[in-house]
């Protein structure tokens, strides 16, 4: 018995005319690593021309893993001024920038090497390249933390899952990310510190809340204000304290 020929707008249906239909259908991704899966999709969508986007997010709240060549627009004006930085001391007869080429390349080591350099004084242009490193590794850190899925979801609202994605809609790639443990919280801790504080005829101790090191465990802006409202009201000196202050810090997820 013999079964007609499948016709080729049934095997290859991207190829053809989709205005009529307004969502695709994703299968068979779950399960599977998320990078083979993110660069099968896009080449898909890029070969077919389909009018969505594919995102990866990650679960957990340890921010990395960001693929960076996929953001390079978010530095783009760093990099200029960088390359323009560097062509200045070039031109100015120093060659320790010369085979850095991006400023994810420049380590505090190279700043120290451009200030140490006696032929020339290379002052204003190390000040500058430390600022530049500064904002770029800002804007990295700002970009790794928006893809945690609780970041995500908090900033695109009414996330739905589908099985595919509509026309012009984003298709989200949830993975498996890191949970980093909550750290130790009493005494001096680098999340806690007890210093003391002079009022005149005496003196006391108090905590104060690092707020950097807090927000590495995607603690949310309210969350962090008023957990450190509690912790600066507690007495360092009294042990019970300890015990409430790690009770009272909620990690996010």
């Known amino acids: 018995m013999e079964y007609p020929a499948v016709a080729d707008f049934v095997k290859t249906p991207l190829r053809y005319d989709l205005e009529p239909y307004n969502f695709f259908r994703i299968e068979g991704h779950v399960g599977k690593n998320y990078k083979a899966v993110l660069k099968y999709l896009n080449s898909v969508r890029k070969s077919n021309r389909l009018p969505f986007d594919?995102?990866?997010?990650?679960?957990?709240?340890?921010?990395?893993?960001?693929?960076?060549?996929?953001?390079?627009?978010?530095?783009?004006?760093l990099e200029t001024n960088y390359l323009l930085l560097r062509e200045n001391v070039q031109c100015k007869g120093a060659t320790v920038l010369n085979p850095i080429t991006s400023l994810s390349q420049v380590t505090p080591a190279i700043i120290q090497a451009l200030r140490n350099i006696t032929a020339a004084n290379y002052k204003c242009e190390a000040d500058e390249l430390e600022e530049l490193v500064a904002a770029y590794k800002k804007r990295l850190d700002a970009l790794k933390e928006a893809f945690?899925?609780?970041?995500?979801?908090?900033?695109?609202?009414?996330?739905?899952?589908?099985?595919?994605?509509?026309?012009?809609?984003?298709?989200?790639?949830?993975?498996?990310?890191?949970?980093?443990?909550?750290?130790?919280?009493?005494?001096?801790?680098n999340l806690l510190t007890v210093v003391e504080i002079d009022a005149g005829a005496s003196t006391y101790n108090k905590y104060t809340v690092n707020q950097q090191f807090a927000k590495q465990y995607n603690v949310d802006a309210k969350a962090l204000q008023t957990y450190t409202t509690l912790v600066e009201a507690l007495n360092p000196d009294d042990p019970k304290t300890k015990k409430i202050a790690e009770d009272a810090f909620m990690p996010g997820g």
Not at 57 to 62: M, R, Y
Not at 152 to 180: C, R, S
């Open 54 to 77: 594919v995102v990866a997010i990650k679960t957990g709240n340890k921010a990395d893993n960001v693929d960076i060549a996929s953001f390079t627009a978010h530095f783009e004006d």
């Open 148 to 189: 945690l899925l609780s970041n995500y979801a908090e900033k695109h609202v009414g996330l739905q899952h589908k099985g595919g994605v509509p026309v012009g809609g984003t298709f989200i790639l949830v993975y498996h990310g890191d949970m980093v443990a909550p750290p130790p919280v009493g005494g001096n801790s």
